[in-house]
């Protein structure tokens, strides 16, 4: 095949995991629209089929399995011709997949995502380019925010976690390359820029030998366009003054932080290998309610962890009720091969740990009604994320709200709403997943 003829295959996507993984995806759609093949979104219509993976725990190993047999059946039926797998899937078992997944064409581990037009070349029998360029992100969702990952791997080896294993350790990104890519995304339309990594705030340390996340935000938030910088996956013992006075202090910056705390027994924290105890991480919490009540907090945390005794699970459920979050998610232990919690003593059976999920699930739920009641009656400013024809609504979402994770704002139109833009809405109901409200 000519390349000539390869440019007329259209290419598409199944997006799995993280908001991480999504920006890789991003970046290597990017990269074979800057070759010149066509990126369209439904799979049935393309010629070439990526599913962008991910392997942090069994259920989302699972789901990329199920996706991917789905695809070969396309690949059976003739609809598809090439089935290319990428992300965390094939960077954990690719010994495997060949074997399990015999009409997948290609397998990209993590670092030769770069590589993706050459593979499709390869794949053609098209004779290798020269040259390969980047090309700008093509984004797989709706809205004017985009998530800018600020570095990959991790380093804190906390012993139920996979992702040092798939993705190596902590490495930050050039700090002018991200201002440059940044500034690319608000030219593009972006209004709002998550910053995401395993651990925001470790950024830079491997790189300038100091914590450089505060600098980082500095500089974004100079640039001119740019409405909203939002931080996720902070880890609580880098969480400092310096940093949440950033928050509070400058326009620009989301009154949100996304820290993940994951437990507040000192038996389990410890056996986790997580850096705070729970004296410390009360303390943490108790200082940002305390002394800067305008950042909105959002958490996780895991149930059923290895010898998590039902003391330690009630204490759990007394620190909800007493610091009464304003998000928080959970997820039930997933015991993953080559972690250091796969080999520990008393092990929670699966039943014990739905139960438990259910309950603290229950709490939070009761503690976010109390809570988001508080603002119904209440004028806020919406970025508009989406239109959906069904229905005929708007959905957005504010500054204390991130997209995806939290609660979204559904609204009719007042005749000049447009999906990218700030509109205020006053919210008149909550119906446990979203905000219900009308454009002023």
Request: glycine share 6%; net charge neutral; with cysteine.
């Amino acid at each position: 095949m000519t390349k000539k003829e390869l440019l007329d295959k259209k290419v598409s996507a199944v997006s799995l995991g993280c908001d991480k993984n999504k920006v890789d995806l991003e970046k290597m759609l990017g990269r074979i629209k800057d070759y010149g093949l066509e990126v369209i979104a439904d799979v049935e219509y393309s010629d070439i089929v990526i599913v962008n993976t991910c392997a942090f725990i069994q259920p989302a190993i699972e789901e990329a399995i199920s996706n991917i047999i789905e695809m070969e059946e396309l690949k059976k039926l003739g609809k598809i011709e090439k089935l290319i797998v990428t992300g965390c899937f094939p960077e954990r078992h690719f010994s495997e997949m060949k074997e399990n997944f015999p009409l997948v064409d290609a397998f990209l581990r993590i670092r030769e995502n770069v590589d993706i037009c050459k593979t499709i070349e390869s794949l053609y029998n098209v004779p290798q380019s020269r040259k390969f360029g980047e090309g700008e992100r093509v984004f797989t969702h709706s809205g004017a925010y985009a998530y800018l990952k600020i570095a990959d791997g991790c380093n804190n080896a906390c012993s139920y976690c996979t992702i040092p294993r798939i993705r190596g350790r902590y490495k930050s990104e050039i700090m002018e390359n991200l201002v440059s890519e940044a500034k690319n995304l608000v030219a593009r339309g972006m209004k709002e820029i998550i910053l995401v990594a395993q651990d925001t705030t470790r950024y830079g340390e491997d790189l300038y030998g100091k914590n450089m996340l505060v600098e980082l935000c500095r500089k974004l938030c100079k640039i001119k366009d740019l409405k909203w910088l939002r931080i996720h996956y902070a880890y609580p013992e880098k969480v400092t003054k310096e940093l949440l006075d950033f928050i509070v202090s400058e326009d620009k910056m989301c009154k949100y932080l996304d820290i993940p705390l994951q437990h507040i027994d000192n038996q389990i924290l410890a056996s986790m290998r997580r850096r705070l105890d729970e004296e410390k991480t009360r303390e943490l919490v108790k200082l940002i309610k305390d002394e800067y009540p305008m950042i909105k907090l959002r958490s996780t945390f895991i149930v059923g962890y290895p010898g998590e005794s039902g003391k330690a699970f009630k204490k759990l459920l007394q620190f909800l009720k007493e610091t009464q979050l304003d998000y928080a998610g959970f997820f039930p232990y997933s015991r993953e091969q080559n972690t250091a919690s796969f080999f520990m003593d008393k092990q929670i059976s699966e039943w014990k740990k739905k139960s438990r999920l259910k309950k603290v699930q229950k709490i939070q739920e009761q503690v976010m009604l109390e809570k988001n009641s508080l603002l119904i009656g209440r004028e806020m400013e919406i970025l508009v994320d989406s239109f959906d024809e069904s229905t005929g609504e708007f959905q957005g979402h504010t500054q204390n709200h991130s997209p995806l994770v939290d609660f979204g704002v559904r609204f009719v139109d007042n005749g000049c709403v447009r999906v990218g833009e700030f509109v205020k809405v006053k919210i008149y109901d909550f119906n446990g997943n979203d905000f219900i409200g009308e454009a002023l």
